[in-house]
């Protein structure tokens, strides 16, 4: 359910296996590639965005960290620029109709995919199609195109998209990390029938971007090299690898000893004891994600069949609002975030000013504990002997699950609080640590009652609203949902559709603020805190790492992945003196099996360290 990308979450999975393979003394493990420290400034690294990859299947997936992975080798129709101005990617140029209809595309000319064939407009209308029909390949990107009435090729250089309504955020259906990403019709269309279970692991993977996916060892790394006729510009480095860490203690080890270039995703303690460490620049970047507690009011299909193992009280709104008025957030700002984020309300995070939203003084929900005691005696939750509320209908405690990332220290933190806020108002918490992919195995079988989670958000909000609507819950069988919460209402999609075609940026800002209310009231995803993005690089050995320019308050613009990797640059060996031990393994320095052996583990998986559409 957790980078500073997407609109996804991000995940991960445990690894004494991982600790054995960096140490070199597990038979029959593959070793991570060799990456000297000192190779020329040849290969750009870094930890694996968020906490993994949950499948290299561009249909299937939506962890942050696969997301990065389609970004740099699938193309996209266009891009967005950080002062969110549309430029030309695939497409050279776009024409809309009068009545804002059909959209025509001009795809570039003389473009082909890695194994030769060219690229035509042909491959985007079947990727389109294949999201528009097939069940399965709509599991990750179904709510971007759920408007588009057709898609076709009438040549090689022309695409046409046709909407049933007009539709305003066309241009952001296909962009780098949060869209579409367009893949080659010639790979994929033998893999239709079995597209659940395709791995697309066969390197290198045939794709046209900035890189090419060379290799991959699941739950431990994975290798690109660079395109150099990229469209766009060549990429300054030859290689990049990405390593996965259990947690970013380990990252932040490698950092420092020079094994790693740039780091994201740090904790307010580690990013304060880089800031000012001479060759290591820390910054932090506006919060592009919110953080919270998803609330198990119902789990249902999309046919309204009912699943899971929720408790039953979690379905009365009244219950729920007052779980949201016992959280002190300002609190959790303070005592965990270390000031470096803000008190969470409505759903779509600081990234996005232009679409705010804020509850008025009548409808806030804000930390009020005897409020909220009073809200569940009104409602007939007695108190039993032991302090615990029941629930009148179905004669159960109110005793919820709480569900947190074990791989999250920020989880750990927040939910004591949460625990003891809660027992305040007769509530007990059960606190659940689990791995993210048991996490979210339970999330999609509704067996949960609270989860923690967060999700970020692309320079457009589409993808992370309709994750809320009726269509992203699962079918009968239990699949092609991206559901986080089971969140269902009629009004709220009827406002979805409706934003679609708001080509006033004024009209389309109050539609997404009657959205944001009808979340907000309905409590089943509770914002606790908006976290600002911190991160850190290497001045002594790259560049060009942070684009834009910072706010009053020292914080930049989100940074897109996509941008960041094209941008780097390293910088010249006669200034790149410190840092790493030249012929060793990425990750393998002295100061990382330091801290392995102090119980800071590399890890082996993703929905949110809290970091993905992460």
């Known amino acids: 359910m957790t980078t500073s990308t997407p609109s996804r979450r991000t995940g991960r999975k445990a690894a004494a296996l991982a600790a054995s393979l960096l140490l070199g003394t597990a038979g029959g493990l593959v070793a991570a590639p ?130 049933k309504k007009p539709q305003a955020t066309v241009l952001s259906v296909s962009i780098p990390v949060s869209g579409v990403p367009i893949v080659p019709k010639h790979i994929w269309e033998a893999h239709v029938k079995d597209l659940k279970s395709y791995k697309n692991d066969s390197f290198p993977i045939v794709g046209y971007g900035p890189w090419t996916l060379s290799d991959y060892k699941p739950e431990q790394y994975v290798k690109f090299e660079a395109n150099k006729d990229f469209l766009l510009g060549a990429p300054k480095y030859d290689h990049m690898i990405q390593q996965a860490f259990k947690n970013t203690d380990a990252a932040v080890a490698a950092l420092r000893s020079g094994q790693l270039d740039y780091v994201s995703g740090l904790n307010p303690t580690q990013y304060k004891a880089l800031k000012g460490q001479s060759g290591i620049k820390a910054f932090e970047q506006v919060g592009n994600r919110w953080n919270g507690i998803e609330v198990n009011a119902g789990a249902r299909t999309r046919e309204g069949k009912k699943i899971g193992t929720g408790h039953p009280a979690l379905g009365d709104v009244k219950v729920r609002e007052a779980l949201a008025r016992a959280i002190d957030r300002t609190k959790i700002v303070k005592k965990v975030l270390d000031g470096l984020a803000t008190a969470g309300d409505s759903y779509l995070p600081p990234s996005l000013p232009q679409f705010a939203w804020q509850p008025s003084d009548s409808e806030e929900f804000g930390y009020d504990p005897a409020k909220a005691n009073s809200v569940l005696d009104a409602a007939g939750y007695k108190k039993g002997s032991d302090g615990v509320r029941v629930d009148p209908k179905s004669k159960r405690k109110l005793e919820f699950r709480l569900g947190i990332h074990s791989d999250n220290d920020a989880d750990a933190k927040v939910s004591t609080y949460l625990a003891g806020w809660f027992k305040e108002i007769g509530v007990k918490a059960d606190i659940q640590s689990m791995s993210s992919s048991k996490l979210n195995a339970d999330l999609a079988k509704g067996d949960w009652d609270i989860l923690m989670d967060s999700w970020s958000t692309g320079p457009d909000p589409t993808y992370l609203l309709g994750i809320q609507t009726c269509s992203a819950l699962p079918d009968n069988r239990g699949e092609s949902g991206s559901t986080d919460s089971f969140f269902c209402d009629r009004d709220y999609d009827k406002l979805f559709l409706r934003q679609q075609s708001a080509f006033d940026d004024k009209e389309r800002a109050h539609l997404l603020g009657r959205m944001q209310s009808i979340l907000y009231k309905a409590n089943q995803n509770i914002m606790v805190y908006y976290a600002n993005t911190l991160a850190a690089y290497r001045t002594d050995r790259v560049s060009g790492i942070v684009t834009g320019n910072a706010d009053s308050a020292g914080a930049f613009p989100a940074q897109v992945s996509f941008d960041q990797y094209l941008n780097a640059a390293p910088v010249k060996a006669s200034s790149s003196s410190s840092g790493g031990n030249s012929g060793m393994a990425i990750g393998v320095s002295a100061a990382v099996i330091a801290v392995l052996a102090a119980g800071g583990v590399f890890l082996t998986h993703r929905r949110s360290s809290s970091d993905d559409r992460e």
């Open 34 to 163: 060799a990456a000297s420290a000192d190779d020329g400034g040849k290969t750009l690294r870094m930890p694996i965005t968020g906490i993994g990859i949950d499948s290299l299947n561009p249909f299937l997936a939506y962890f942050a960290g696969s997301l990065d992975v389609f970004s740099g080798i699938y193309p996209a129709l266009d891009r967005v620029e950080e002062d969110g101005t549309v430029k030309p990617y695939l497409a050279d140029s776009w024409t809309a109709s009068s009545d804002k209809l059909t959209w025509t595309f001009k795809i570039h000319k003389g473009l082909k995919w890695s194994d030769g064939k060219p690229i035509t407009a042909e491959d985007a209308a079947w990727t389109f199609n294949l999201i528009m029909k097939n069940s399965t390949a709509a599991t990750a990107n179904g709510s971007l195109v759920s408007n588009f009435a057709s898609v076709s090729a009438p040549d090689d250089r022309t695409l046409v998209v046709r909407t």
